[in-house]
Structure formats: structure tokens, C-alpha cells
């Protein structure tokens, strides 16, 4: 059984920063990349940045420059820091990984909102 939590969503001002934390815990498959998606109301899930076990990295061209990804804890834990937020950031955010079955496992979510 696998388990992922993520934490660190809130609401912050425009131009503000938040740190975003996934754990994941039981037959995790840490040679797989795991990462970062959001989903805005009436839109489809996509990719905001992803890590390898290795630490290379992915990002949307969306948030390069902006955001952060980083992974420890022997691999099954990854943060995200996001500064220069901005309100078409906001969104649900969700963290994925592998168990070692193969499976595709995904947090509950967090809410992220960007407003003023």
C-alpha cells in the first residue's frame, strides 16, 4: 500500500511565494520520477515540474524560472517552491508516484490561491 500527502498550500498575494511538500510512504518505486501537476476549474490536469531519481528536472514553460523542484529523503519525498506566484497559478495541486507494482498513486490534492 502506498500513500501520498502533500501539504503547504494556502492563499498568498500576487508576486508572493509558497513551499509545497509530498511525502510518500510503502512500496514506493523511488527509481521513478515523481512530480507536480495542477488543476485549475473546467481544465485538465497537466505537468508543472517533475524530478528523476538522479535529480534532473522538468518544468512547464509556464513556471521555468519561477518555481523549484527538489527531491530527498532516500527519494520519496519532493517540494516545490514557488515564488513569483501569480493568480493564473491558482489551482489544485496534486504530487504522483509509482509503487513498485507499477501502479501510479496520487495525493489528495492542495489548494493553491493566488489573489489579492
Known amino acids: 500500500q502506498v500513500q501520498v500527502v502533500e501539504s503547504g498550500g494556502g492563499l498568498v498575494q500576487p508576486g508572493g511565494s509558497l513551499r509545497l511538500s509530498c511525502a510518500a510512504s510503502g512500496s514506493v518505486l523511488s527509481m521513478y520520477p515523481m512530480g507536480w501537476y495542477c488543476q485549475a476549474p473546467g481544465k485538465q490536469r497537466e505537468l508543472v515540474a517533475q524530478?528523476?531519481?538522479?535529480?534532473?528536472?522538468l518544468y512547464a514553460d509556464s513556471v521555468k524560472g519561477r518555481f523549484t523542484i527538489s527531491r530527498y529523503n532516500a527519494g520519496n519525498t519532493i517540494d516545490l517552491q514557488m515564488n513569483s506566484l501569480k493568480p493564473e497559478d491558482t489551482a489544485v495541486y496534486y504530487c504522483?508516484?509509482?509503487?513498485?507494482?507499477?501502479?501510479?498513486?496520487w495525493g489528495q490534492g492542495t489548494q493553491v490561491t493566488v489573489s489579492s
Open positions: 524530478i528523476t531519481r538522479d535529480g534532473s528536472t
Open positions: 504522483d508516484c509509482y509503487a513498485a507494482n507499477g501502479v501510479r498513486y
